[in-house]
């Protein structure tokens, strides 16, 4: 693979330090947007492959890794730079005691020493192991599912403390359906054959773990069997994927006595109080049917089935950590069999991963300082301001939506904040304390930072200032309840741009669409349009205006649930729509965008292009990405995204600019009749 450097001599666009190496770029640039086209398919038959398959013959799938394209590509060179962040501050022995770098360097060295981790075993597991065996009864369960919550340990239920979606003003207790040891709750229940191997194999995985752990092969046995079962019970009473949209039905307000009432075991003000939240009136409860049946499991299953599902938490919770043998069970089926994974990767790289998603805060001020190119921020915000004056001119322009609706939807874009690069205020983490002593504990020591972070939110103003992502994350996202987007600083990188800048098509079809486009559509998506300007669930919309809207959304649910992915696996239009949306009006508003640009006006060919027709094979490149079958099932299983090619495909063939530039005919595979093409914003 080609080693991708972050603009390392971005000395043409961004005004950066180093020497001007354009001249010797200038010859051995290979045009990434076009290198990859496979022109033994056409366009209209599969835009997504004739866009990216070139790339994907010459690019199988590593046995390491669940899929292969532009963000592997990405990560790899993120991680190329988090690796030296990590290896210069574990070789500095005079970082002091608490410092950024003595944290970065002693997570890292600890994960790193495999001899140690080997020494160290599960023992600092087995406080909380005993804790858990302590357990006489249901009152005792209970207090012990509080205190693991407070470990970072969650389980049983779900227990969050974020704001209150009717009042984003203010932060409020949220409780929901528990994670389950399967990414989704239909994975306990569907019967055909993938699943049903996963199934068997989750239970071999379940007893495997309850060895290791300690615990001999009979009572394994039969744990397995039983902390199944009762997580299937827990997944029956829990909402799918698709139940989970509608904010409106995930928020009941109670008080605590209505919470007592579902749950009668639980005695809600101790348990809050245990949690760490005191003097509270009421809480919001996200699905209350859940803690009702909460109140039957407490009951049908034993005292001894609790202990179990619980051990089983913590194992689960720090696997990652542990020793060779826990790591490669963990491995085996969270990896292997559910993404179809063959091996293992060099362990620095899983270290390093592992490093930035426990302190990516303290990293990112690091990354920020050492590699990010200057003008960076402003080249992002330059993109994201664009991207927001074209999305005012068009929703003015919308023939479905009324005059008074469309000053909300301009008030509301208007309002909607741009948090971009990296945050002004960082974390602070002063308070946790990392060393070279076992990797488990550093990472316990991560989760109980985290849980306490959380926690004292409580009853504070709205942190503004927080970012739920770092620099170095390549993503980005759009929060309803503060109606704001957060684009990464990384989102910069272009691989096959290094040391230059990339053309208007590739800014404006990968960060203005695919990126700034993509999260602003999130807040007029079907759930984030039932956000207000200032983050509260609330209808801004006229009824007539809001039953268009529907009308629209559901044709955007049939166009996607005619995808075939997988034999006979399609995508979850209704699942997916909020993604679908938001894919649609990001091409939409990136290509608005880029026709204002003078590339974009040109009636010149680029490499043997015109300017749309690159714009187009610009947004596929941003998503030039194959998975493994495994991967891709679980995707559908358990994702809100639509796979790569529909994320592609999907929209560009509601596009009427994509029938032209690619002169698509009626017969083609892609080609959708104009009434059913959607159009939303
Ligand atoms: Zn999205």
């Not at 191997?197 to 773990?209: F, Q, R, S, V």
């Not at 909607?416 to 945050?423: A, F, H, R």
């Not at 979850?572 to 938001?582: K, L, M, S, V, Y």
Request: aromatic content about 12%.
């Amino acid at each position: 693979m080609k080693k991708i450097i972050l603009f390392a001599s971005a000395t043409l666009f961004f005004a950066c330090n180093s020497s001007d190496k354009t001249n010797e770029n200038e010859s051995t640039f290979i045009d990434p947007v076009t290198a990859h086209i496979d022109s033994s398919i056409s366009p209209g038959e599969n835009f997504f492959l004739f866009a990216n398959n070139g790339w994907f013959k010459s690019h199988p799938i590593p046995s390491s890794e669940k899929s292969n394209g532009i963000f592997r590509t990405i990560q790899d060179t993120i991680n190329e730079s988090i690796r030296k962040i990590c290896e210069s501050s574990s070789a500095d022995s005079k970082a002091a005691k608490g410092s950024n770098k003595q944290k970065i360097g002693d997570f890292y060295f600890s994960g790193m020493d495999t001899t140690t981790i080997e020494k160290v075993g599960i023992n600092p597991l087995k406080p909380l192991f005993s804790k858990i065996d302590e357990i006489k009864n249901n009152k005792d369960v209970i207090n012990t599912v509080a205190y693991l919550y407070t470990q970072g340990i969650p389980s049983t239920f779900g227990f969050t403390v974020t704001r209150d979606e009717k009042n984003a003003a203010a932060y409020t207790v949220y409780l929901s359906q528990s994670r389950l040891g399967l990414p989704d709750r239909d994975y306990y229940f569907n019967t055909d054959e993938r699943n049903t191997t996963i199934k068997n194999e989750y239970l071999k995985h379940l007893d495997a773990m309850l060895n290791l752990i300690g615990m001999d092969k009979a009572l394994a046995k039969k744990g397995s069997e039983q902390i199944f079962k009762l997580e299937s019970a827990l997944a029956k009473s829990s909402r799918k994927m698709e139940d989970l949209r509608d904010p409106y039905l995930n928020y009941n307000k109670m008080n605590i006595a209505g919470v007592n009432k579902l749950t009668a075991s639980i005695e809600w003000k101790e348990m809050l109080s245990k949690l760490g939240i005191s003097n509270i009136d009421s809480v919001v409860v996200a699905q209350p049917e859940y803690f009702s049946a909460l109140e039957k499991h407490l009951k049908t299953f034993s005292v001894d089935d609790w202990k179990l599902y619980l051990k089983w938490n913590v194992a689960n919770r720090f696997s990652e950590f542990l020793n060779k043998k826990i790591v490669a069970q963990d491995f085996n089926f969270y990896a292997t069999v559910l993404d179809g994974i063959k091996e293992q990767r060099p362990r620095w790289k899983t270290i390093v991963e592992e490093t930035d998603a426990s302190l990516g805060e303290l990293i990112g001020q690091v990354y920020v300082e050492e590699y990010l190119p200057k003008g960076t921020k402003e080249k992002l915000l330059e993109i994201g301001n664009n991207i927001r004056d074209v999305y005012a001119e068009h929703i003015k322009k919308l023939d479905w939506m009324s005059d008074v609706t469309k000053e909300k939807a301009l008030n509301k874009l208007q309002k909607l904040n741009m948090k971009v690069g990296y945050p002004d205020v960082w974390k602070d983490m002063s308070s946790l304390d990392v060393s070279r002593n076992s990797f488990v504990e550093n990472g316990m020591a991560v989760s109980k930072w985290n849980y306490g972070f959380m926690i004292k939110k409580y009853g504070k103003p709205v942190n503004k200032d927080e970012w739920e992502m770092y620099p170095q994350t390549y993503n980005a996202y759009y929060d309803p309840t503060m109606n704001e987007i957060v684009v990464p600083a990384c989102n910069i990188i272009v691989p096959g741009f290094e040391g230059r800048m990339p053309d208007d098509a590739v800014l404006y079809g990968i960060i203005g669409g695919s990126t700034f486009g993509h999260e602003i559509t999130h807040g007029f998506d079907d759930q984030g349009s039932l956000y207000d300007e200032k983050g509260n669930l609330s209808d801004w919309w006229t009824k007539e205006d809001r039953q268009k809207f529907e009308a629209k959304t559901k044709l955007i649910v049939e166009q996607f649930n005619n995808y075939v992915v997988l034999d006979s696996i399609h995508v979850r239009g209704e699942n997916t729509q909020g993604e679908n949306i938001a894919d649609l009006g990001g091409v939409i508003m990136g290509l608005e965008a880029y026709r204002k640009t003078k590339q974009g006006q040109s009636t010149e060919l680029i490499n043997g292009y015109t300017a749309t027709q690159r714009y187009f094979l610009a947004y596929a490149y941003a998503w030039m990405v194959n998975r493994t079958d495994a991967s891709l099932a679980k995707q559908i299983m358990s994702d809100v995204h639509s796979p790569a090619e529909f994320r592609i495909n999907g929209p560009v063939s509601d596009i009427d600019e994509f029938y032209k530039a690619f002169n698509i005919q009626p017969t083609d595979k892609m080609y959708r009749a104009e009434n059913i093409r959607v159009k939303i914003w």
